[in-house]
C-alpha cells in the first residue's frame, strides 16, 4: 500500500522559511518522479513544485520560483520542499504527491497523494 506522510508544516510569518517532508513507503519510491501541490481555502488543486525520480531536475510554478526548492533522498526514501520568503498568499494545506513515471510533466498527474500539512502565513 502506498503511503505519503508530510510533516513540517506550521505556522510562520511573512518573510519566514519552513521545510516540508514526506516520508514515503510502499512503493520503490526512487523510480518515481514526485512532486508537491496545494490547496488553499476555498481553491483549487494547485501544482507547486516536481522532481524527477533521480532528482536531477527539478520544476516550480511561477507562484513559488526562486523561493523554493524541491529535493529528494532515495536512500531515505524521503522527498523535501524548503520555501523561503514565506507570503501570505502561500497558506495551504500541503500535500506530496507520487507520479505515474521515472519523468515529470506537469499535466501526468498523480496517482497517489498524502493527507498534508498545514502551512499558514500570518503576522
Known amino acids: 500500500e502506498v503511503q505519503l506522510v508530510e510533516s513540517g508544516g506550521g505556522l510562520v510569518q511573512p518573510g519566514g522559511s519552513l521545510r516540508l517532508s514526506c516520508a514515503a513507503s510502499?512503493?520503490?519510491?526512487?523510480?518515481?518522479?514526485m512532486r508537491w501541490v496545494r490547496q488553499a481555502p476555498g481553491k483549487g488543486l494547485e501544482w507547486v513544485s516536481g522532481?524527477?525520480?533521480?532528482?536531477?531536475?527539478?520544476y516550480y510554478a511561477d507562484s513559488v520560483k526562486g523561493r523554493a526548492t524541491i529535493s529528494r533522498d532515495n536512500q531515505k526514501n524521503t522527498l523535501y520542499l524548503q520555501l523561503n520568503s514565506l507570503k501570505t498568499e502561500d497558506t495551504a494545506m500541503y500535500y506530496c504527491?507520487?507520479?505515474?513515471?521515472?519523468?515529470?510533466?506537469?499535466?501526468?498527474?498523480?496517482?497517489?497523494r498524502g493527507q498534508g500539512t498545514q502551512v499558514t502565513v500570518s503576522s
Open positions: 522532481i524527477t525520480s533521480g532528482g536531477g531536475s527539478a
Open positions: 510502499g512503493f520503490t519510491f526512487r523510480i518515481y518522479a
Open positions: 504527491a507520487k507520479d505515474p513515471y521515472a519523468y515529470f510533466s506537469s499535466v501526468n498527474g498523480y496517482t497517489h
